[in-house]
């Protein structure tokens, strides 16, 4: 037992466990952006899923237990069913290959080689902290005293905009009133495809009663 | 070799260049849409990375902003595109070129 606590407090065991995670992080972030095997959009949400649950590991690692748990509460939980939702309400066909972009292609590896330019020059020219054994822990109970007495007009801020958000997802989605055929019965959301089945001759009367104007 | 802040940079930047890659040279919008959210992950590595090293919990205050900022951008996106697909019946880039000059 005293052995294992030796083995887990030393930095064996976290160095192994930060390059098993990167590895794996990396390894489904590429499968997201190029899979070799598959171009179907699902394929790409499934490896986002496993970059995410990786990434709450390098988390664990970096003593982020909070963030680690919203990570994957959020992203796994919530963004990637919302992704795989979307996907399958849009039915889309497998994507055929089209010829590759060279002007994109160009782009690509210009735009990646000048930011790796600039990574390489701050990281040879900033002085790192180095710190042997760093101490931090983010852990829920110091998060949320932060998060509600320095940082609590930010809080109230983002609420609003989650509030804006959920307003402008149901304006964006909800059908357009004019280009939208009517319905069958006048009313929004009852059309000739949906209208509960046998409803033929009894719904007539409910018809009728809900269009007064159109009475004979 | 021990696991720096130096390490966890780099893996951060690799996560944020594959992002970059993704979004400049794929041509679906969903997958644009995964490696947009990709890009965003890696600078929350790099933040937690260095508020962990830094000693102060700034850091991870901002990474859980980002986080929430980040699901209402996927909430309206997707909703944009699913607008998008109900008038042109596409999801590819190259499709849609109604801006174009």
Do not use: W
């Amino acid at each position: 037992m005293e052995a294992l606590n030796n083995l887990l407090g030393g930095t064996l065991v976290p160095d192994v466990l930060f390059y098993a995670f990167a590895a794996l992080t990396l390894l489904c972030a590429i499968l997201v952006v190029a899979n070799p095997f598959s171009r179907n959009p699902v394929t790409s949400a499934m490896f986002l899923v496993l970059t995410i649950i990786s990434m709450a590991g390098l988390f664990l690692l970096l003593h982020a237990f909070f963030l680690a748990a919203v990570q994957i509460l959020v992203y796994a939980g919530a963004v990637i069913v919302l992704f795989l939702f979307v996907i399958m309400l849009l039915d889309l066909k497998e994507e055929q290959r089209r010829r590759i972009n060279a002007f994109g292609f160009v782009a690509g590896v210009v735009s990646v080689g000048l930011i790796t330019a600039i990574f390489l020059k701050c990281l040879h020219h900033t002085a790192l902290p180095v710190v042997d054994q760093p101490v931090l822990e983010g852990s829920t109970e110091a998060l949320g005293k932060l998060l509600f007495t320095q940082y609590v007009l930010p809080f109230e801020v983002v609420s609003i905009l989650l509030l804006v958000a959920m307003i402008g997802v149901i304006l964006l989605s909800k059908k357009d009133a004019k280009t939208a055929p009517p319905g069958e019965l006048g009313l929004p959301g009852i059309t000739v495809e949906n209208k509960p089945k046998g409803a033929g001759e009894t719904a007539k009367p409910f018809a009728v009663s809900a269009r007064p104007g159109e009475e004979k | 070799m021990h696991v720096g802040l130096e390490q966890y940079l780099t893996v951060s930047f690799l996560l944020f260049a594959l992002g970059l890659l993704g979004v400049i040279m794929r041509r679906n919008l969903l997958v644009i849409y995964m490696s947009l959210e990709l890009m965003l992950n890696a600078t929350n590595l790099a933040l937690v990375s260095f508020s962990r090293f830094n000693d102060k919990l700034d850091g991870q205050v901002v990474v859980f902003f980002i986080i929430t900022v980040a699901a209402a951008e996927v909430a309206v996106g997707l909703a944009l595109i699913v607008a998008l697909y109900r008038k042109r019946q596409t999801v590819h880039v190259e499709d849609l070129t109604s801006m174009k000059l």
